[in-house]
């Protein structure tokens, strides 16, 4: 890279350093912008396109970025409720209840909300007086990073008990469990590693299945998500056997680390899957004809960033948790955004209230539509959320059909899911890949300099050691 030779030497070592400041200029702009330390896109909690108002208020469980336990105010966790237009009613910071993530958030009949957080501790569920934004009861839980936990009929506690995870004896024991309340203690269990052979997802490891969701689907049946699994699976209640199953593990063609499944019904009969497909950035909905799995409706596939929960409404359109792209939107069943709602920091579940918990509008082929969808008329505040593409999405296309088109799609991707828990809030994708390339091209140069280098440092430590 760099003669010995002085002038050439100098000449080199001028146009690396021009290459790396150059690479270092938009971060070093966006840090000096009068708008750095904001969110992503300098979008906090706002409208987007409302082109339909919501005919009730929208209730977000908002994950947030924390590193050992220590939170970030630029990414801050809460959950939020939403009005028609987008506007933002209220928000609630769990701070005061040692609650450091928020994942899953449950209208109730009462119309409070059943809110699951973690701290470092365990786990912590409670009921939220939508009110005054007060627990009305809590229950903490030894359990690490639980992210769903639904109310059963009879005010039980059903919990989907990840990472659960036994250091002397090296075993996985993830799992499903009841917890009564009144009684205090667990009246039901299911573990998978009874029901799936131990070489899953390549063996036992502290977070095996990542069963993310846990759902009742009637009487005496749960649907659950084993995210790691890439599968969605009922189990009856008092068989303890998987009685239907979607995707198997290591087929990310069906599903890709799923979150949230929701079960619905055709007029038909036809057992029904919505899904957000999360590693595959989009949204799903299978139904089961003959006895097989049928792909019948997919939307914003490449468009969505980490999907991590999907809602078929009352007037048969979708809403869709948008977690990297830190929004909600409601989409009509060919794609286009009625409702919008900025939600930064990585949103991680969404309900519309009056509309029951989860999913509860007809399927698609219920409303005599099928194929694939790319979204429309996104207000694009956040970059790759309109007209606007993002650096892994545009190493996507730019690289699509061509012969390293599957490469590049699996660095966008991955680049897409990670770079965003670090990259600054206030620095978009672009300025933070400048800058990602700038540090790679100073490392390099600092390498070659100490090859140039080698014989002058080997001296050097000679005379030092005598």
């Known amino acids: 890279m760099f003669d010995d030779t002085p002038g050439r030497g100098r000449l080199a070592r001028g146009l690396a350093l021009l290459v790396v400041v150059s690479l270092f200029a938009p971060a070093g702009v966006a840090a000096l912008s009068p708008d750095s330390g904001g969110t992503p896109g300098q979008v ?4 987007g396109t409302v082109t339909q108002p919501a005919d009730n208020a929208t209730v977000v469980g908002i994950q947030g970025f924390h590193f050992q336990g220590q939170g970030s105010t630029k990414k801050p966790a809460r959950v939020v409720s939403a009005g028609p237009q987008g506007e933002t009613n209220w928000v609630f910071d769990g701070g005061p209840y040692d609650a450091t993530w928020f994942y899953d958030v449950d209208p109730l009949a009462n119309g409070n909300l059943l809110v699951v957080s973690t701290n470092p501790e365990g786990t912590l569920v409670m009921e939220l007086n939508r009110s005054t934004r007060e627990a009305v009861w809590k229950e903490r839980f030894d359990m690490k ?3 769903d936990v639904d109310m059963l009929p009879n005010g039980n506690l059903v919990i989907a008990n990840m990472r659960n995870w036994d250091n002397e004896t090296q075993v996985s024991d993830d799992r499903i469990v009841i917890y009564d309340r009144e009684s205090e203690e667990f009246v039901w269990e299911w573990t998978f590693r009874n029901h799936y052979p131990n070489s899953t997802d390549g063996g036992f490891s502290e977070d095996w299945t990542h069963v993310n969701d846990v759902d009742r689907i009637g009487d005496g049946r749960f649907l659950l998500s084993p995210r790691n699994f890439d599968q969605a699976i009922v189990v009856d209640r008092e068989s303890k056997e998987i009685v239907e199953r979607l995707g198997e593990d290591g087929d990310h063609e069906t599903m890709f680390e799923q979150h949230n499944p929701d079960w619905l019904v055709s007029e038909a009969g036809n057992p029904t899957i919505l899904v957000a497909d999360s590693e595959n950035d989009r949204v799903v909905e299978y139904t089961k004809r003959d006895g097989e799995w049928e792909r019948i409706w997919t939307v914003g ?19 869709i948790t948008d977690s990297l792209n830190h929004r909600v939107i409601e989409v009509t069943p060919r794609g286009e955004i009625v409702w919008e709602y900025y939600a930064t920091w990585g949103a991680y579940e969404a309900e519309r209230l009056g509309t029951g918990d989860e999913s509860n509008g007809p399927t698609m082929t219920d409303q005599g539509v099928s194929g694939s969808y790319r979204l429309t008329g996104s207000a694009g505040l956040i970059e790759g959320t ?3 593409n993002t650096f892994a999405a545009t190493v996507q296309n730019t690289f699509a059909g061509t012969p390293v088109g599957g490469v590049a799609t699996e660095f966008a991707v991955t680049w897409s899911h990670v770079t965003p828990w670090v990259q600054p809030v206030w620095m978009d994708s672009w300025a933070f890949a400048s800058l990602a390339a700038g540090l790679l091209v100073a490392l390099a140069w600092g390498l070659v300099e100490l090859v140039l280098a080698r014989r002058r440092l080997v001296e050097f430590v000679r005379g030092v050691a005598g």
């Open 386 to 388: 309109g007209d606007t």
């Open 301 to 319: 596939t490449g468009q969505l960033s980490w999907p991590r929960d999907a809602d078929r409404l009352p007037n048969g359109n979708t809403l």
């Open 145 to 147: 990073d639980t992210h």
């Open 44 to 47: 906090g909690l706002e409208p």
